[in-house]
């Protein structure tokens, strides 16, 4: 269930609830003896973030982006690995 944001038009004061999307929409502002009436704010919403294996965010993109990728990948040089020392 999502939280929506609303702002009274009288007295100016913003609210979070938590509904279920099928709950009606707020008319009154809470604030006791206020009685104005409320508006519900649009929202951004949360970033959906996957994560494991298999959830890459170029996992989608189209062939010619997956090409250019792995031409700029193979001509950047990989680093010297590092002297190993005699113990």
């Known amino acids: 269930m999502p939280n929506y944001d609303y702002e009274c038009q009288k007295c100016g004061k913003r609210f979070e609830v938590f509904q279920s999307m099928n709950d009606a929409k707020l008319k009154d502002c809470p604030e006791p ?16 973030i996957f994560k494991g294996a ?8 189209s062939s010619s982006y997956q090409a250019g990728a792995k031409a700029d990948g193979a ?3 990989t680093p ?4 190993k020392s005699a113990d």
């Open 33 to 48: 003896g206020c009685e104005g009436e409320v508006k519900r704010l649009l929202g951004t919403g949360g970033g959906i």
């Open 75 to 77: 001509s950047t040089p």
């Open 80 to 83: 010297p690995a590092p002297p």
């Open 54 to 61: 298999g959830f890459y965010q170029t996992d989608y993109r």
